[in-house]
């Protein structure tokens, strides 16, 4: 089992979740570049320009570890990210759990993505100009769970930690990406694991991916926010036993 963190985070956020599976898999935990302790002299600005590049990462760490039969569990962005690596080599792949997936975070028409393209601008603006500032007004808003306010304070700790350069292209590519026309493309069984009241990826885009992710189970969440690995870690791991 492979999982892979979402934007601002890194490995320790699956500390609840991924000790669960330690038992009956061979847990693969890593850092994004630019996360964590990763190597950030590993960074290259044109291969990380697309969410292709983040990818390529996950196809290079199941090469060099030789993994077959992979159960790949993605958070928010990661989510995109293994659907992108198993639709260029699924024979690596068994299954995709994905937690709060989005293919495009932008309204565009009919589609909704949550976010106004206005909206995402000045998001990136304001990051931009204080990404620190921002981390503090952000976290906790992606966190959710206001009555809980050390999760807030974690994640916006964690966005901190993320070397700030790379946070900034990170974004941009991240809420920028329209990755909607890559899901029927995507042959490998998955997992979508949707949250309540999740402002970062809504109920409508779990119910868009899942209608265009051919073969794939819907499962609505209690746990609320868009971190259930932090905030809801026993109904996560129940939810991927039940699936997997």
């Known amino acids: 089992m492979i999982f892979a963190h979402g934007y601002g985070c890194d490995q320790n956020m699956w500390r609840y979740v991924a000790?669960?599976?330690?038992?009956?898999?061979?847990?693969?935990?890593?850092?994004?570049?630019g996360a964590g302790k990763s190597d950030l002299r590993a960074y290259e600005e044109e291969r990380y320009s697309n969410l292709e590049g983040?990818?390529?990462?996950?196809?290079e760490i199941i090469h060099d570890l030789d993994l077959r039969d992979v159960i790949f569990v993605g958070h928010?962005?990661?989510?995109?990210?293994?659907?992108?690596?198993?639709?260029?080599e699924p024979q690596r792949f068994a299954k995709l759990v994905l937690i709060g997936p989005s293919p495009r975070y932008i309204d565009d028409g009919d589609y909704v993505g949550g976010f106004a393209k206005t909206d995402v601008e000045?998001?990136?603006?304001?990051?931009?100009?204080?990404?620190?500032?921002?981390?503090?007004?952000?976290?906790?808003v992606i966190m959710g769970n206001p009555d809980r306010p050390e999760l807030g304070a974690e994640l916006t700790n964690s966005f901190c930690a993320t070397d700030p350069e790379i946070a900034r292209k990170f974004a941009f590519v991240t809420f920028t990406a329209d990755n909607r026309d890559d899901?029927?493309?995507l042959r490998t069984p998955a997992l979508i694991l949707?949250?309540?009241?999740?402002?970062?990826?809504?109920?409508?885009?779990?119910?868009?991916?899942?209608?265009?992710?051919?073969?794939?189970?819907?499962?609505?969440m209690n746990a609320t926010g868009h971190c259930?690995?932090?905030?809801?870690?026993?109904?996560t791991v129940?939810?991927?036993?039940?699936y997997i």
């Open 19 to 33: 000790p669960e599976f330690a038992g009956t898999h061979r847990v693969v935990l890593f850092d994004h570049v």
């Open 54 to 59: 983040y990818a390529s990462d996950v196809l």
């Open 76 to 88: 928010s962005v990661s989510a995109m990210i293994g659907v992108l690596a198993a639709i260029r």
């Open 122 to 140: 000045e998001m990136l603006a304001s990051l931009d100009s204080n990404y620190l500032g921002w981390s503090s007004a952000i976290a906790p």
């Open 183 to 185: 899901l029927p493309k």
């Open 194 to 220: 949707q949250c309540t009241d999740d402002v970062i990826a809504p109920a409508v885009v779990g119910d868009y991916v899942h209608e265009h992710l051919r073969g794939s189970t819907l499962v609505a």
């Open 228 to 235: 259930p690995n932090l905030s809801a870690p026993a109904e």
């Open 238 to 242: 129940a939810a991927i036993k039940g």
